[in-house]
């Protein structure tokens, strides 16, 4: 079972002590075994802390390290528990924030969680623990990228698996077709190791990089600069069936700043795009998601494009089965 430490603002009396109890249930029910100072090692006040010693640093602290994982119940705030969470993400462990529904949780206590979970009753949390503990193995993993519809698939792709979003910010530009492979890998690996340096101070992480470019009579296309751009090229590829998705996908398995594992794969996805009134095109247009895609489009959001061979997930922008596949090993 994994073993977490559950720090929590206690008020001596039976109210909390139930609290306690049901929490503990909760957890035990989803295959975790907590460890809470006021009962474990206080004992409720029977066991107090001895002469010269104190409860933070000669107590908490030590089991925080042997935790697996630090829970804090952040219903009501108090600064023994942002003491806990500070030292626990210097240890680089994993916090989960548990509070109850409308609870306030602070920017600092969000800065450092991995996840926060809102419950009314306590058995709400199992449902989520059971996920955790099922995925603990999994490293965090951080989406190289900025892009609405690589969040998305990778939501769907991960379900219950979270994940982190860091943008790279790294410049996107469109080469000449000799070498569209080598031109697409190097700048989603270049995603990569950019996010990869930004979180060089962080433990074992999973690092997905991802780089799109639309091919259309052999030339990479990029993001339009401008409307005039995009409205000119989705005139020019209307009526087409060899419209092609280049996908570069990298997948870094990092601790600091040291390469633990690196795989690639680069896919390709051909569509075809009907041949739309110009009124239809003006509205996609002012959808306002054009300057966001390679293309001008994404076949996600445009009705008139359609997948005629390869991966849907390669046409939108992100090979998920290689993301998938990666994770299901590990």
């Known amino acids: 079972m994994v073993k977490a430490f559950m720090s929590l603002k206690f008020h001596d009396g039976e109210e909390d002590k139930q609290k306690v109890n049901d929490i503990t249930v909760a ?39 042997e935790s697996d994982m630090l ?15 500070g030292f626990t993400s210097a240890l680089d462990k994993p916090i989960y924030v548990i ?41 965090p993993i951080i989406l190289a990228s900025q892009s ?16 982190s979003v860091i943008a790279s910010h790294s410049e996107e530009i469109s080469f000449d077709s000799d070498e569209f492979d080598a031109q697409l890998k190097g700048i989603a690996l270049q995603k990569a190791l950019t996010v990869l340096n930004l979180t060089r101070h962080r433990g074992k992480r999973i690092i997905i990089g991802c780089d799109q470019n639309i091919v259309f009579n052999n030339t990479l296309i990029g993001k339009p600069k401008n409307m005039t751009e995009a409205y000119e090229l989705l005139c020019s590829m ?3 069936n060899q419209i092609y998705s280049h996908v570069a ?57 359609h997948l005629e061979e390869g991966s849907m997930s390669t046409a939108m922008g992100m090979t998920t089965e290689f993301v998938k596949d990666f994770i299901s090993k590990i």
């Open 27 to 65: 957890l035990e029910n989803a295959g975790i075994i907590n460890y809470v100072m006021v009962r474990d090692c206080e004992k409720y006040g029977k066991s107090p802390i001895p002469e010269g010693l104190n409860l933070m640093p000669d107590f908490a602290f030590p089991k925080m390290a």
């Open 71 to 85: 829970i804090v119940e952040f219903t009501e705030k108090g600064v023994g528990l942002g003491m806990g969470a």
């Open 99 to 139: 509070a109850k529904t409308g609870s306030d949780i602070s920017s600092t206590m969000k800065s450092v969680a991995r996840e926060i979970i809102f419950y009314d009753k306590p058995e709400d949390l199992t449902p989520r623990f059971k996920e955790i503990a099922k995925n603990f193995h999994i490293p």
């Open 148 to 163: 609405e519809y690589r969040k998305k698939m990778l939501k769907e792709t991960l379900g219950a698996i979270p994940f």
């Open 238 to 240: 209307q009526g087409s």
């Open 249 to 305: 996908n990298v997948i870094i398995i990092a601790d600091k700043d040291n390469i633990v594992k690196q795989t690639a794969k680069y896919d390709i996805a051909r569509m075809s795009m009907d041949k739309i009134s110009e009124d239809e095109l003006i509205s996609f247009l002012e959808k306002g998601t054009t300057l966001k895609c390679c293309g001008g489009f994404n076949i996600s959001d445009a009705p008139f494009v």
